[in-house]
């Protein structure tokens, strides 16, 4: 009777480790993070199983992602530019083509004209246009972000929230429950509600949620729409740099952000509005809830110099890692020189492979990262592929004047993704993200010129230099390098 009751806990863990793994078999994920899930959830009892159920499916669940292609569609069909072809300057070029064409099937949203984009490097500048904007609008406003902090001069933006309610303005916000805890413990949302602002917790964390989805999902986008009339999107959190972790010993967080006026801004609405339908309705979403929205048709394509974008939102609401297969895809593509500009940069084998690839063919490679981060486990994990990476002829550079949070890839002199995405597996698949696919030489060139001012307060590894590093934090690194696939 002895043996066969102490077998009973063994034989419970053997069980659900056995669903779990046929379950994650059936998933097809990558090998090795199939790999690395096996090894826990046999390996050790219990606990690989409770981290499975806590951590290991990544997906929101097949009836939002159903419900999010039906209300991209809805709004593309609103908006009157869901049958939108290519435009000529990029049906003339196959790559360009063939990226719209794939980035279009899995999202909905075709390439669409952006009006004069305008980027801001410093807080100050980018917090002084948003305010003049958000006095500006008569309709409505739409701010999403991963991380809403109300300090410093963050608090002048939301003053004017909370003055465009105050005079009949629509107005939503929605933050991710976890980064804008600063936020939702302060006194703004009482305040902000008292106005009439609308407010949404992301992707709420909480015990009762875990036993339905992953507990560290994140919503990581950052825009703002006004009056459907310009949007903001880029890196940049609604956090004071000046404020924002300032203890952490990485110095001032350094962003980009992009505003951007034309039909482009239609598919940032539709990005926002989505999300707020999603975390405030549900998947119960009806026609009551679709025509208590301010949205209206575009009259007019408006003035200003026409640049062709595609909005790219990815995560674990998508059918497909779309912006994983468009970032190996445009390196890839590279003929000339590739730039990276990445805080978390843990590339997989993939990535890895098509870095390597690039180099070696002769182009460009460079890669521009933070000297420190706020995560010691990411940076030792990043730091585990440099080694191959300088061998290959990458050139590696790593900004020492805060922590470089700026995400950005340039192609060539022609393509540019712009927005929120690292290159690491949490943003590829965990987060919800938003990309800015730009299809035009004189904004590549801008985006050049931006990046190329981190590089004099940067300095590039030497390949001889970085193998002397102590060899603790070469184990330090092989280790992490084995937990990155489900970090």
Request: glycine share 6%.
């Amino acid at each position: 009777m002895i043996p066969l009751l102490s077998s009973i806990p063994f034989l419970v863990h053997f069980s659900l480790s056995v669903l779990a793994a046929v379950r994650l078999l059936y998933r097809k994920l990558a090998v090795n993070t199939t790999l690395a899930w096996l090894f826990l959830l046999f390996g050790l009892p219990v606990v690989g199983v409770a981290l499975y159920v806590l951590f290991g499916d990544h997906r929101l669940g097949g009836r939002r992602m159903k419900m999010g292609e039906r209300l991209r569609s809805f709004f593309m069909q609103v908006f009157s530019v869901k049958d939108a072809g290519i435009p000529p300057d990029i049906a003339s070029v196959p790559r360009y083509a063939a990226l719209s064409r794939s980035i279009q099937a899995d999202t909905g949203f075709p390439v669409l004209t952006g009006l004069s984009p305008a980027f801001f490097a410093e807080a100050g500048d980018l917090y002084t246009a948003m305010q003049a904007d958000i006095d500006a609008a008569s309709d409505s406003i739409c701010l999403e972000f991963y991380i809403l902090d109300p300090a410093g001069r963050v608090g002048d933006v939301l003053a004017a929230v909370e003055r465009a309610a105050q005079r009949g303005v629509d107005c939503k916000i929605l933050a991710d429950d976890f980064g804008s805890k600063p936020f939702f413990r302060s006194h703004w949302p009482t305040r902000l509600k008292k106005a009439g602002v609308q407010i949404v917790r992301s992707l709420r964390v909480n015990l009762f949620s875990s036993f339905f989805r992953r507990s560290d999902l994140r919503n990581h986008r950052k825009i703002l729409v006004c009056d459907q009339r310009v949007g903001y999107v880029g890196s940049y959190n609604l956090a004071d740099p000046k404020l924002f972790k300032a203890d952490r010993g990485v110095g001032q967080w350094v962003d980009m952000m992009m505003r951007v006026e034309g039909p482009v801004v239609d598919a940032l609405t539709s990005v926002c509005l989505s999300d707020f339908l999603f975390d405030s309705v549900g998947y119960q979403i009806g026609r009551a809830d679709l025509n208590a929205l301010p949205i209206v048709p575009r009259v007019g394509g408006g003035e200003g110099t026409p640049v062709s974008m595609q909005v790219l939102p990815s995560g674990p609401e998508m059918r497909n890692s779309t912006i994983y297969e468009v970032l190996v895809s445009a390196i890839f593509s590279a003929q000339r020189r590739l730039r990276i500009v990445s805080p978390y940069f843990i590339p997989d084998p993939s990535v890895q492979l098509a870095l390597v690839s690039a180099a070696k063919r002769g182009i460009e490679v460079e890669i521009i990262v933070p000297e420190r981060i706020d995560s010691r486990l990411a940076q030792f994990a990043s730091q585990s592929s440099y080694k191959e990476l300088l061998r290959a002829g990458v050139r590696l550079i790593r900004y020492r004047s805060g922590l470089l949070h700026t995400k950005l890839i340039l192609v060539d002199d022609e393509i540019a993704l712009f927005g929120t995405v690292n290159i690491d597996m949490r943003s590829f698949y965990l987060n919800l993200e938003l990309t800015m696919v730009i299809y035009d030489a004189a904004t590549s060139a801008t985006l050049w010129k931006h990046s190329d001012t981190y590089l004099p307060e940067s300095t590039p590894l030497d390949p001889a230099r970085w193998e002397q590093r102590p060899e603790w934090h070469k184990f330090l690194e092989n280790i992490l390098r084995l937990a990155s696939p489900i970090l």
